[in-house]
């Protein structure tokens, strides 16, 4: 209980915040975004689930968003052949690897923004800040590297392979959809809204978003992270009541 109440009040934060911040900023922003949800709960049946993004803008323009999640050290290792066996040859760690990472836009990215400004907001994979520490290895080395990390990360449904669309109602209003999947890691995740104006960033507005176990799974989680010898000794307690109530059931058959 304990648990799950600090979950709620650290969505209500969110949510009191992003409020705080609207209100502040109605009258001199010139954009303005929130979230259907600033909690994603994840119980035991949970298959993913989808936050909407809405917002206005105080005239014509585009909208990027870019959605964040917790950025974690990753490490990337490289197999070859070794006397008929696969083995790990070569690693490199990256120090700022966001554990999810997706993108929406109004229109084509290569038709809003050049390189530079793309660069500074982190806006597209190509873009991505990742911290490699790659003391003298190549420049090619280091994109190849790159390149798998981010290739595992779509293959787990974490990085979009695409861009979202977001949809514009009228000259203002805006929205997009923006999907997590059912292995979306927990955690403080950020979601920035972008203006574009003439090829130009003019404002912008992040919004907080926490993704968190809650119910029985979240105690199972907190248990085998924080308490790994007592999970072991319930998982090998639970694997012999439930081969001894098996063996039982047959031999009544």
């Known amino acids: 209980m304990g648990r799950r109440l600090l979950i709620r009040i650290a969505a209500g934060l969110c949510g009191l915040l992003a409020g705080v911040t609207l209100a502040a900023n109605v009258w001199g922003q010139?954009?303005?975004a929130d979230l259907s949800s600033h909690l994603i709960a994840i119980t035991t049946g949970f298959t993913g689930t989808e936050v909407v993004l809405f917002g206005t803008t105080d005239g014509a323009g585009d909208v990027a968003i870019v959605v964040t999640g917790p950025r974690v050290p990753a490490v990337v290792r490289r197999k070859d052949r070794v006397a008929g066996i696969w083995v790990n040859t070569e690693s490199l760690r990256f120090e700022q690897v966001p554990s999810f990472y997706t993108v929406a836009t109004s229109r084509p990215l290569d038709q809003l923004v050049g390189?530079?400004?793309?660069?500074r907001h982190q806006i597209g994979l190509p873009h991505l800040q990742l911290g490699p520490q790659a003391e003298g290895l190549p420049p090619e080395e280091v994109a190849a590297f790159r390149a798998a990390l981010?290739?595992?990360?779509q293959r787990a449904g974490l990085y979009a392979l695409a861009f979202g669309q977001v949809a514009f109602l009228g000259e203002r209003l805006f929205r997009t959809n923006i999907y997590f999947p059912a292995n979306v890691p927990t955690g403080l995740y950020s979601v920035e809204a972008l203006l574009i104006r003439d090829g130009e960033v003019v404002s912008a507005q992040t919004t907080p978003l926490v993704v968190s176990k809650i119910g029985f799974s979240a105690e199972v989680f907190d248990i085998a992270r924080h308490r790994p010898v007592t999970y072991g000794i319930i998982a090998v307690v639970g694997?012999?009541?439930a081969g001894w109530l098996a063996g039982a059931a047959f031999r009544r058959v």
């Not at 390189?115 to 660069?119: D, F, G, N, W, Y």
């Not at 981010?150 to 990360?153: D, L, T």
């Open 115 to 119: 390189r530079p400004v793309l660069e």
């Open 30 to 32: 010139q954009l303005l």
């Open 150 to 153: 981010i290739r595992n990360k």
């Open 239 to 241: 694997a012999i009541a």
